[in-house]
């Protein structure tokens, strides 16, 4: 990575961390500050897969009743108020986490059924995946244990009847989706999650507690501050240290984040953390803006396709000569659980407007409308979804909606050809709120969301028309 010792401007909100002065310059007093805040930047970088997956975790566990292996299950789709990395608005979630410290972790999944299936991806403390589940996963849809097994384990590992998972990494994280049957409802789907057990081998009981996590606000966005310093010392004071990792160790090592010593950065330190934190902000940012300029799927319009892969169609960017740090940065600053390899034909698509149909960068106080033609080809269905373009998180809003799509239409108003749209901007068109989604004065970034694309979204002989800027 290229070496920043400027201060780049930033375009920031207090989400991230509590004082919002990015814009000011930081004089250094000597070489030794210069070189704490360059290598507090590039480690912010350098770890952003792991520091959303810890966020996220943390997050989590400060719900009520939240613990290892207990089983955060949403009893109907996320709201405003769940702060995640470009979360979903379709499909109820679930969560759990685990430390294999204590041991290796059974993980039980319900046969696929008429009523729901599983579908999601187990994921270590870099977030690669190491385990996908369901139909797509190991179990191939008929259900069965997955056994999560320790770094170095040595103890006795059961020889049959397990989906067995060497882990690399103490602390893994799961994020599935319970996909309803076709004659199905929500509930049904919900009380199949519950039918999961995830418990550490050997325990006594096998019973696994769950949480609707629907109730309770959720704060697990990344900390663009000196507490990003603070979350790299927590993750690294926990994980085994990858061989890929270790020059990296010793930089970090010379700045006070050192495994089994106590963080205690001195007030200077922290000010140059913070500093370091937001410009890294901002130079991922702008990494992620030409991100989604180079992903566009069809050449005369301005959508992206944001899945982006490395040069063997995964997520990791780990090549033979070296680990593509600011590529890695910029996949994982805006997305959460990429599959272990995308595929020819994935069985989701992300979509996300770069600009308007004009061309031009989309606005926080600007009203839009995303036009989606009846005949949308996917096998299952599509949603729109609404996030703050500072954050990739849900905007806060009185209604608590994020985002519209297929299950939604039934309130909605239809145009007369069976095509519907989706608003998004401040405030709602005369009559058509139900077909709105607020944006509260913040700068929308939006994703389109094809369930099962089907062969004229492959061949582009669908095309998506592009968001029409309305006032």
């Known amino acids: 990575m290229i070496s920043i010792l400027i201060a780049l401007a930033v375009v920031m909100t207090s989400c991230f961390y509590e004082d919002n002065d990015a814009k000011q310059e930081i004089k250094f007093n000597s070489l030794e500050e210069q070189v704490t805040y360059q290598r507090a930047f590039e480690a912010v970088v350098w770890a952003m897969p792991a520091t959303a997956i810890y966020r996220l975790r943390k997050g989590f566990m400060e719900l009520p009743g939240v613990d290892n ?50 579908y999601g991806q187990v994921v270590d403390a870099w977030q690669s995946t190491i385990a996908d589940v369901g139909p797509s996963g190991a179990d191939k849809g008929k259900g069965g244990k997955y056994l999560f097994i320790p770094p170095a384990y040595t103890g006795a590992i059961p020889t049959s009847g397990y989906f067995p998972i060497q882990c690399t990494t103490n ?27 995830m418990y550490y081998l050997g325990a006594e009981s096998t019973e696994t507690k769950f949480v609707d996590g629907l109730q309770y606000p959720l704060e697990t966005l990344p900390r663009y501050d000196e507490r990003a310093l603070k979350d790299i010392h927590a993750i690294f004071s ?47 940012y702008n990494l992620v803006t030409e991100h989604h300029k180079q992903g566009l799927y069809w050449n005369d319009k301005h959508w992206s396709f944001v899945m982006q892969t490395d040069e063997v169609d995964g997520f990791d960017f780990v090549t033979e000569e070296q680990i593509e740090i600011d590529k890695r940065a910029a996949a994982w600053s805006f997305f959460t659980l990429y599959p272990k390899t995308l595929g020819e034909r994935p069985a989701t698509v992300y979509l996300a407007p770069t600009a308007d149909s004009k061309g031009r960068a989309l606005e926080a106080d600007k009203l839009y409308k995303v036009r989606i033609p009846k005949e949308i080809p996917t096998k299952q269905f599509w949603s729109i979804t609404v996030y703050d373009d500072a954050t990739w998180a849900f905007i806060d809003n009185p209604i608590g909606r994020s985002g519209l799509g297929l299950f939604n239409t039934t309130d909605m108003q239809m145009n007369d050809d069976g095509s519907v749209d989706v608003y998004f901007g401040p405030t709602a068109p005369d009559g058509l709120e139900s077909n709105w989604v607020p944006t509260s004065g913040k700068k929308p970034y939006v994703w389109l969301r094809l369930y099962g694309p089907d062969e004229a979204f492959w061949d582009k002989s669908f095309v998506m028309p592009d968001v029409q800027l309305i006032q």
């Open 171 to 197: 602390r893994i994280s799961l994020v599935f989706r319970s996909i309803r049957g076709q004659n199905a409802t929500d509930e049904d789907a919900y009380q199949y999650t519950k039918t999961m057990k």
């Open 69 to 118: 292996n207990v089983v955060v299950a949403y009893s109907a789709p996320a709201l405003s108020q769940h702060k995640a990395i470009t979360a979903n608005t379709a499909t109820p979630y679930i969560c759990a986490f685990t430390d294999l410290r204590n041991g290796p972790v059974v993980l039980e999944i319900p046969a696929a059924g008429e009523k729901a299936s599983l």
């Open 238 to 284: 926990v994980e085994p240290v990858l061989e890929r990792d270790k020059v990296m160790m010793g930089h970090l090592a010379s700045i006070g984040i050192e495994k089994g010593k106590p963080y205690q950065p001195s007030a200077r330190q922290n000010e140059l953390f913070r500093k370091a934190a937001q410009d890294a902000y901002s130079y991922v």
